[in-house]
């Protein structure tokens, strides 16, 4: 499991099933998992991109972004918790306009944090005062 820098999904909702939403997130699981198809669509994804993530938490507007991957429901589940308790209450006080962006901005530093030189997440006070000074998003 681990935070990713936000990358643009085709949807695919047609094969991904959600198991839990909010008015930010989506968090879900491909079809293929737990069915006898799971090695074969396992196999043919595989073709097309190296990872086999069956989960995945989706920032919920369209263009949808992933910002997070996993094997499992039970693995992405701590990362859901930590949205619902640290940024869930943060979002619901924002402009309806101002959430995507920050929410990118934060997913794309946060991806990086864990590589030296990288810069830590912004509270969104920060992001959208240095945003209004013209000073870019990324701190």
Known sequence: MS????E?????F???EDIRTNNFFRLQRHKSEDTRLASLMSSARAMFNRQRNLCRILLNQRPYHAVAVGNS????????EWLEQNLLTSLDRMDSEAWYPYLICYFTMKAGSGSRGAQVPLPFEEWSARV????????
Do not use: C, F, N, Q
């Open 3 to 6: 935070w990713i820098k936000p």
């Open 14 to 16: 047609v094969v991904w």
């Open 8 to 12: 643009r999904t085709m949807g695919g």
């Open 73 to 80: 429901v039970a693995e992405l589940s701590p990362l859901w």
């Open 132 to 139: 209004a000074a013209g000073g870019g998003a990324g701190g």
